[in-house]
């Protein structure tokens, strides 16, 4: 999981300051958010996504807030059952689609 809060940090600081300010935590009303949480190929992929998403959204987002018992939860009912090597490459998969649709 270091892995992936790296390529959250990094996909944070790809978003100019004028989105932070005016970026929402609804998908509804965030295009970007939308677009960028679209299920992968791969569900473990798709999950490690989706949390550093989250990370990025409850860093960047006005008045919001992450969960860090649901996000535990949500991680370890999908992820809970990977190898490391696994979970390394969907870290990797995951930083990859943000990183190319950044």
């Not at 100019?16 to 509804?28: E, F, L, V």
Request: glycine share 4%.
């Amino acid at each position: 999981m270091s892995m992936a809060g790296t390529f959250c940090a990094e996909a944070a600081d790809k978003f100019p300051p004028i989105w932070r300010k005016s970026m929402t935590n609804d998908p509804g009303t965030n295009y970007f958010l939308n677009k960028y949480s679209a299920p992968m190929n791969d569900p473990a992929s798709t999950a490690i996504r989706n949390i550093m998403l989250a990370r990025v959204v409850a860093s960047e987002c006005q008045s919001s807030r992450l969960s860090k018992a649901k996000v535990k939860a949500y991680r370890d009912s999908t992820l809970g059952s990977l190898s490391s090597d696994a979970m390394k490459t969907s870290a990797f998969a995951a930083g990859s689609e943000l990183r190319l649709r950044l």
